[in-house]
């Protein structure tokens, strides 16, 4: 099973900070996931990256397959952006597989 | 385009009793994938089923059942419920599997008293 760990669990940024988020991973994988989950408990998909590097307006997902490892950036970060960031990766690595997640990262931003 | 929808929204049981929760696809998906989240263990894989087939089941007991509807529709069923069971329960699709996008539902708030 695959051991998806991130951090740092909480983090409290001022708004305009850089924000990054970090995600490891054990298995190789086919493709790993970066999530958004507001308050409520809806989820959003925000990215889904199997290598390189993906961007979408203010945010900024990247990947190292060798490394088994993965980074959220957020530039320019702002209230509304302050929510729970879930990594996932297939649970044994295979395309099938359904997801294993990270334990989440609960971001504050800070006006 | 409809997104995933999930019924009922909330739900309140008794320990011992059972529990079916529906999810409705976006029209055209054909992988339906079901989570379970609580504020212990956070996000936990249950099963996946694709095409009427259960292709992949995480680390549940066997109380944990679902199905999948010709129509892609899917329900999972929770028997003899335990007061553990309490969680947020969602359901992601995709067309062909977890591999890709996953678009989530709004989730059904399980609590067992």
């Known amino acids: 099973k695959n051991e998806v760990e991130q951090s740092p669990q909480n983090l409290t940024a001022q708004e305009g900070e850089f924000i990054t988020i970090n995600c490891s991973y054990s298995v190789g994988i086919s493709a790993l996931h970066w999530l958004q989950q507001h308050p409520g408990g809806g989820i959003v998909s925000l990215f889904m990256?199997?290598?390189g590097k993906k961007k979408h307006g203010r945010l900024i997902a990247t990947i190292n397959i060798q490394e088994k490892h993965s980074s959220l950036h957020i530039t320019a970060s702002h209230p509304r952006d302050s929510a729970v960031y879930i990594c996932?990766?297939?649970?044994?690595?295979?395309?099938?597989?359904?997801?294993?997640f990270g334990k989440g990262t609960h971001l504050i931003i800070q006006p | 385009k409809a997104g995933v929808t999930q019924t009922p929204r909330y739900l309140i049981k008794t320990r011992g009793q059972q529990v079916t929760l529906s999810c409705s696809p976006i029209s055209g998906h054909r992988s339906v994938s079901w989570y379970q989240q609580t504020p212990g263990q956070g996000l936990q894989f249950l099963f996946e089923?694709?095409?009427?087939?259960?292709?992949n089941k995480g680390n549940f007991p066997g109380r944990f059942s679902g199905r999948q509807f010709s129509n892609s529709r899917s329900e999972m069923n929770v028997s003899t419920l335990e007061l553990g069971d309490s969680a947020l329960y969602l359901c992601?699709?995709?067309?062909?599997?977890?591999?890709?996008?996953?678009?989530f539902g709004p989730g059904t708030r399980l609590l067992v008293l």
């Open positions: 089923y694709f095409s009427e087939t259960q292709r």
């Open positions: 992601a699709s995709s067309l062909m599997g977890p591999a890709e996008t996953q678009y």
């Open positions: 990256l199997s290598s």
């Open positions: 996932a990766a297939p649970y044994s690595g295979g395309g099938a597989d359904g997801l294993t």
